[in-house]
């Protein structure tokens, strides 16, 4: 029986700065008030849970190795923080991928929701009390296709026409979420 619930956070945009396909800790600049969100949500019973494409592998820009090896020097970091580990699902596809190993059309690349289902049934997620925060759309789409209880879209701009009703809360920065987090009840 499925009975915790889960933040998903995307990385590049949420938990550190879109310099684009960053691949090494050099780069790696964390988002004002992404330790606060987290240490948060874990307070209020969540299982933090990281959910990012990451076409870089595809394109051949890194590795797989050199994933790991950044995502184990921030989780470093995390524990210096006081968070726990936090669990990291990838994917390194993409349709028109350079590396024919990773050149498809995959079900966990989002806007698909497969990286979600997947730590549903790995982690027994709830995914009904679940909760997203991504800065793409497509995170959005993620969260609507796998019925998380909400998501929040981290966009300076504007939502789409098209976002359902009292689903998807816009903010303007990270450290927005947890004030909106806390009016709507689910924290
Ligand atoms: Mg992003
Ligand atoms: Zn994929």
């Not at 870089?56 to 050199?66: D, F, L, V, W």
């Not at 966009?155 to 026409?161: G, L």
């Amino acid at each position: 029986m499925a009975t915790r619930k889960a933040l998903f956070l995307d990385r590049d945009g949420i938990i550190n700065v879109n310099h684009g396909y960053v691949g090494d800790y050099e780069n790696f600049d964390y988002i004002d008030g992404i330790f606060a969100l987290i240490d948060t949500f874990v307070k209020a019973g969540y299982q933090v849970v990281i959910v990012t494409n990451q076409s870089g592998i595809a394109r051949g820009y890194y590795t797989q190795e050199n994933f790991h090896a950044l995502m184990e020097r921030v989780q470093r970091d995390f524990s210096a923080a006081g968070l726990p580990t936090i669990p990291v699902y990838y994917c390194p596809h993409h349709p028109q991928g350079k590396l024919v190993e990773y050149k498809k059309a995959c079900r966990c690349r989002k806007p698909q929701p497969g990286m979600l289902l997947r730590a549903q049934h790995e982690l027994g997620i709830d995914l009904s009390r679940s909760v997203l925060v991504g800065d793409s759309w497509s995170d959005i789409e993620a969260a609507l296709a796998a019925e998380l209880a909400h998501s929040f879209y981290v966009c300076e701009k504007y939502m789409p026409e098209n976002a359902p009703e009292g689903k998807v809360t816009r903010v303007n920065h990270v450290a927005d979420v947890c004030a909106q987090a806390q009016q709507l009840g689910l924290i």
